[in-house]
Every structure is written in C-alpha cells, then in structure tokens.
C-alpha cells in the first residue's frame, strides 16, 4: 500500500485537529541549530532520507528522558526505515552535551536556545509550568525524503508521549511507496 499524503495524521493531546502554520504536504520549515556535538546540523541537509524531529521541553526531566530513550533504544527500527532523528530543546548545547552522555544518544540533540525553530514549528508553550516562557512543547514531525510535512503531533500536555506507533506507520508507508 502506497503512502497518500492526504491521510497523514496530525493529532494533539485532545486527539482533534489542530490549527497550527505547518500543514501536511508542505515543505518543512528549515532550519540549522547547533548540537550537543558542537556542530551545525541543518535539516535541508537530510534531503534524501526521512527525518523524525522531536521537540521536548527539557533535558534531564522525567518524560523527556523516556521519550528519548524510546527513540534510542529503537534506532535500528528507525534505520531499517531509513530514518534520522534529530530532537530539538530550548536547552543550551553544554546541557545537551551532558545529557546526550549520561543517557547515551545516538542522535543529534540540538538546541533552539533562542527559540526561532520552536517558533517556526508553532512549538513553543506562552507559559510552562511555574510561569516559565519560552519553553518548546513536546511535539513530533516526520518529514520525508523531499522535506515534505508528513506527520505532525503537537502536544499541549507535556506528560504525554509521541504516538511512536503512528510514526512508525507513516515511515513504514514512506519506505513502502
């Protein structure tokens, strides 16, 4: 079965449609941020290959670590369907670095410390919890191997998690068409 990009899903945390400036079938916004790796990761670069970007709002928290590590601990699932990940915070690279070691990605965490990204993908929370601003919700992004829009979840309610099982379904359809 083919992938139709006119049935790619796009869900929030209520499970309705949502209203946001990324559509499906558009070209994804680019971008180039710096990772935790201390080097320019720019996502037009990608052109080729599926990419899965994550947004999360901070390292070393609870959910955020068990998005990751989901991610991590299925990158050979992620490979077999040729696709990079690439997962975005508000965090500075030094944070991402020390977090990126003490859980052992094996992906690009780069930081949008000045939240233009989160911006450009209508990610970013008007106020977290404690009154934080400017903090990126966790959402998740899958853009094809033309920089096409795919899927997309934004997620109002920071303790959820990714509908992996959904990502998974729109690269299995993009590896079979």
Do not use: W
């Not at 508000?90 to 670095?97: M, N, R, S, W």
């Not at 990610?123 to 934080?132: D, E, I, M």
């Not at 400017?134 to 934004?154: L, M, N, Q, Y």
């Amino acid at each position: 079965m083919g992938f139709e990009p006119q049935k790619a899903i796009f869900v929030n945390s209520k499970k309705k449609l949502a209203t946001v400036a990324i559509h499906i079938g558009n070209n994804a916004p680019d971008f180039t941020l710096p990772s935790s790796d201390k080097v320019k990761v720019t996502l037009s670069s990608y052109k080729g290959k599926n990419v899965v970007i994550l947004f999360f709002p901070f390292a070393f928290t609870g959910v955020c670590t068990k998005e990751l590590c989901e991610m991590r601990d299925n990158m050979s699932l992620y490979e077999q369907l040729d696709a990079e990940i690439l997962a975005i915070s508000v965090d500075a690279p030094a944070t991402l670095a020390a977090f990126k070691t003490a859980q052992n990605y094996n992906f690009h965490l780069l930081s949008d410390f000045n939240k233009e990204v989160s911006i450009q993908y209508n990610t970013l929370y008007p106020v977290f919890a404690g009154g934080l601003k400017g903090v990126s919700k966790r959402a998740a992004f899958v853009v094809d191997a033309a920089g096409k829009i795919r899927f997309a979840e934004i997620l109002e309610n920071a303790g959820e998690l990714p509908n992996f099982a959904a990502i998974h379904q729109v690269l299995q359809s993009l590896k079979e068409s």
